[in-house]
């Protein structure tokens, strides 16, 4: 079965959803206003939703507005702001049957963001999706789409930008500094050290050296 790989909550799901919200709000503003029959009851169009659930969904979709969220941070965010537990879960589970929360393509989007971008590795990524509450089985599945050799390309361009900045220094700098450049985006030691060996060596650098100065473990 082929997954939706982009963002959840797309621009156009979002819109419509609003819409709907919107229009509710106006039926029940225009209500209000042939009970009373007084200019004050403008207020019901322009104030905040006056139930639980209204007020659930309007913090939802202006947070999937602005970025795509898991099913955990719209939770948290809807408890900061004293939701009924029920009520949350109902909003929420609503909001995962049509489409605007799917913590399955924000995994695949994270990964797919983070590693082409920020150049992090498999264990850093899936350190970040842990803490947006990301279930673990979505996690290793998203991160599983990054096979070792894209893994090493990565780290090998990630250490060829590095390399300019690091010439001047002695050698032991040199090769701590690009490897723990490594180790902060989460690649393994071994691997970590073994690209920027082989950067090095390319360099000019002599490889016995270079295993006396940095072992790893150390």
């Given amino acids: 079965m082929t997954r939706r790989t982009e963002w959840p909550g797309s621009e156009d799901d979002t819109t ?13 503003g225009r209500h209000g206003r042939e009970n009373s029959g007084g200019p004050d009851t403008s207020r019901a169009e322009s ?19 602005g970025s795509p969220r898991t099913r955990k941070q719209l939770g948290d965010a809807l408890r900061r702001r004293d939701i009924p537990e029920e009520v949350a879960e109902e909003v929420l589970s609503r909001f995962e049957d049509v489409g605007l929360i ?17 150049g992090l590795a ?12 990301v279930d673990s089985a979505l996690i290793d599945e998203a991160v599983g789409r990054l096979d070792s050799e894209q893994e090493e390309s ?19 700098k040199r090769l701590r500094r690009l490897a723990g450049m490594l180790a902060r985006k989460g690649y393994p030691e071994g691997l970590a050290l073994r690209v920027v060996k082989r950067a090095l060596e390319e360099e000019g650098e002599d490889p016995e050296l270079l295993d006396q100065h940095y072992q790893p473990g150390m």
């Fill in 47 to 65: 104030g905040p939703p006056r139930t639980p659930e209204e007020q659930a969904r309007a913090i939802c979709l202006r947070l999937l507005t």
């Fill in 102 to 118: 799917d913590d399955a393509a924000f995994a695949d989007a994270w990964v797919e963001s983070r590693h082409h971008g920020r």
């Fill in 154 to 172: 990565t780290a090998r361009e990630l250490v060829d930008r590095k390399l300019r900045s690091t010439r001047g220094l002695d050698r032991e």
């Fill in 16 to 28: 419509s959803a609003a819409g709907d919200a919107e229009t509710r709000h106006g039926r029940s």
């Fill in 122 to 133: 498999r264990r850093a990524l899936a350190r970040e999706l842990r803490t947006k509450g």
